[in-house]
């Protein structure tokens, strides 16, 4: 009779434990730390980000896993290459977010959020985001979606006395709530039919599901994915992203669309493309029309955006995220007709990287924009290059990748492959749609470009000095400096040789 006794990798389990363990640290050393020294949390968090990321370079061979069944026929939790291509993002991010936060604590001051309660959630949520790539069975997957996600929507209403971010934080928490019950629902329905969580079983037994239990394992299926379009904004999911946005802080908001997203997607892929690959035929087309609609509404919110309006800068970007969102779903409703999915999970990890790098760049820009101009107006980036030419260069480079027009070359390269990804498959009406988005997208794109570069509008008579402004622009923190420049880095080694993030479109990550 074989054990039941088995060993825990722990070695493949660090890039999830570190951010875990560290979370409890920094909530009981803030019980102790005097007030001035707890920002030492902050750079114990962004060290701790790092660790975790260096934790990966021993498991870059893609061959350990934990938490099997007995014979070791079926694993929890699998330390592949999609997991840590997936988990290098996760743990970027995240990295990012911390030096981002670093700058916005010593902007606010007495308004920025409690640091213990802060950096305990990030760390929670980030643990949460770098586990979902790795859970290999419906239950543990659900569990990391959820870990990544509660401690967001309380990040978002963590700063006290902000009605407009606990506005955000209750219309993401609704939300979140609503995603929950529905997935839930439909991985009951799923293992009533399969009889069993674990991802490969679940893609046997939907093979030979009784006649009986078909329309009960497609009713699960259609269910399970409403729940994630809900997680990833998905149009019509996607009413809560842009007061979400424009109601948290600036760094949490640069999280949600980078980290959450890309633990979303995640999670995404391994449900339709491991797990529901035998009904393709059912999640294949609603991905197709997702990704049409997600695209068309985030784009043309994007383009509706007054300059003028109050907190316009980051609602732009938040429609953006939604219209990326659309993008990155067409090569997976490509992979449904395909006969390995292979190229369309590369395609849409490859379009994550360069999609994290550059968005998280944008937002580092706007912190440091938003020093001095706190409403967040388009119309506040007239002129940057006169006084910050160094950051207007780096945000016209992250718009232009964004954009997908050179010199952001990474950001060109990456939508031709989503492109070829729909013609190759015979998804042509996809293609045009898309075609169709980037061009609404350039014009959005290039007109905040061109605001960076046009002349300042001369100061009203009699308008008080602007001196706090320009002290304020002369002291900018090491944190916010060091996550503009690592992403203005990465864009162009990205952008000089893109084969770096496009060689996972041509790889097999699962």
Not at 207 to 217: C, I, K, R, S, V
Not at 421 to 444: D, F, K, R, T
Request: glycine share 10%; with cysteine; charged share 10%.
């Amino acid at each position: 009779m074989p054990s039941l006794v088995q060993s825990v990798d722990w070695v493949a389990l660090t890039p999830v434990v570190i951010p875990a363990a560290l979370a409890v640290v920094v909530l009981v050393a803030d019980l102790f730390l005097p007030p001035a020294r707890k920002a030492l949390l902050g750079w114990v968090t962004a060290a701790g980000f790092l660790a975790a990321g260096l934790t990966l370079i021993p498991l870059r061979d893609g061959q350990r896993s934990t938490f099997c069944q007995t014979g070791g026929a079926h694993c929890s939790y699998a330390a592949d290459h999609f997991a840590l291509v997936v988990q290098v993002l996760v743990l970027g991010g995240a990295l990012l977010t911390a030096l981002l936060s670093l700058a916005t604590e010593s902007a606010e001051g007495s308004q920025s959020p409690p640091p213990g309660e802060y950096w305990f959630l990030l760390l929670s949520s980030a643990a949460g985001g770098a586990l979902l790539p790795a859970s290999r069975d419906l239950a543990t997957l659900l569990v990391a979606l959820e870990v990544t996600t509660l401690p967001a929507f309380a990040m978002v209403a963590l700063r006290r006395g902000d009605k407009l971010a606990s506005e955000a934080a209750l219309k993401f928490f609704l939300s979140s709530v609503t995603a929950t019950a529905v997935s839930l629902l439909g991985i009951s329905f799923v293992y009533a039919a399969t009889g069993t969580l674990n991802l490969s079983a679940v893609a046997d037994g939907l093979t030979h599901t009784p006649a009986q239990f078909d329309h009960l394992a497609k009713a699960g299926v259609a269910l399970t994915l409403v729940g994630f379009a809900f997680k990833l904004a998905a149009a019509p999911f996607h009413f809560w992203v842009p007061d979400t946005y424009a109601g948290a802080p600036l760094p949490v908001a640069a999280y949600l669309s980078v980290v959450g997203k890309a633990a979303g997607f995640s999670g995404l892929i391994l449900v339709t493309v491991v797990a529901f690959r035998p009904y393709d035929t059912v999640w294949g087309p609603a991905l197709g029309v997702l990704a049409a609609l997600t695209m068309t509404v985030g784009n043309v919110g994007a383009l509706r955006q007054r300059p003028g309006s109050e907190r316009s800068a980051v609602r732009l970007l938040a429609w953006s995220s939604i219209g990326q969102a659309g993008y990155l779903l067409v090569p997976l409703a490509a992979a449904s007709s395909a006969d390995s999915p292979a190229h369309a999970i590369g395609t849409t990890v490859a379009y994550a990287l360069m999609y994290g790098v550059v968005n998280l760049g944008a937002f580092a820009v706007a912190a440091l924009v938003t020093r001095t101009a706190p409403h967040g107006r388009l119309t506040d980036y007239r002129g940057l290059y006169a006084t910050r030419p160094l950051a207007a260069l780096a945000l016209g480079f992250f718009l232009l990748c964004l954009a997908g027009l050179p010199p952001g070359v990474i950001g060109l390269f990456a939508k031709v492959a989503v492109f070829s990804s729909a013609v190759g498959e015979q998804h042509g009406w996809l293609a045009v749609i898309m075609a169709v988005n980037v061009v609404i997208a350039l014009v959005y794109y290039l007109r905040w470009t061109a605001l960076l570069f046009a002349g300042r509008e001369e100061p009203a008579p009699g308008a008080p000095a602007s001196d706090a402004s320009a002290s304020a622009l002369a002291r900018t923190p090491v944190g916010l400096t060091a996550a503009i420049a690592l992403t203005a880095v990465a864009g162009i080694v990205l952008s000089g040789a893109p084969q770096i993030v496009l060689r996972y479109a041509q790889g097999s990550l699962l």
